[in-house]
């Protein structure tokens, strides 16, 4: 069976802070790791994709990934209260490019 | 900046209709997908689409379900008889052509209610 897993949360920390959201999968040959946000009653957002080990940033978020440990994870930097959201981890585990999502982590950003 | 839309936001129906759902692509991508979220529940694959015919479709995708690219834009997810549990958020994602990137972008959603 291929599985994301992630911790459901609610992950609550101060406005300023770092917020780190992991995730692990089942699959060890997925080469595609993507981090979508989703708002409450809204339709998933994507905000980083990553295919190699190592760190990708963009603005406030880095996505680090390491194949080995079948993990990838994200940062948000300078959180803030709009961060506030369910992001969910996503990976493609075969040739069909279907996306099979955990079950996302709730992030609480305290003003 | 394009997008993916879909129509309607909302459909409520009689268990045992037929409803389609709609979507519009972003207008270069030639990859296409229906996902399904219950209600607290994860966001799940039903079909992929390409070149005018289904490349994978779940085990949820049974035969009360199809999908169809009717002309160059509009891509529909059917379902001809409608139950209960079909009541979900049905999300729309499509894809651009080439190896280099797999990122999938979702339309707004319908919310499905099957009373």
Redesign the interface.
Known sequence: QKEVEQNSGPLSVPEGAIASLNCTYSDRGSQSFFWYRQYSGKSPELIMSIYSNGDKEDGRFTAQLNKASQYVSLLIRDSQPSDSATYLCAVIMDSSYKLIFGSGTRLLVRP | EPEVTQTPSHQVTQMGQEVILRCVPISNHL?F?W?RQILG?????LV?FYNNEI??K?EIFDDQFSVERPDGSNFTLKIRSTKLEDSA?Y?C?S?EPGRG?????????TRLTVL
């Not at chain 2, 529940?41 to 694959?45: L, S, Y």
């Not at chain 2, 990137?101 to 959603?109: A, C, D, H, V, W």
């Open positions: 990859y997908y996902y529940q994860k966001v799940e694959f992929s490349s994978e779940s958020m999300f994602a894809r990137s797999n990122e999938q972008f979702f339309g707004p959603g």
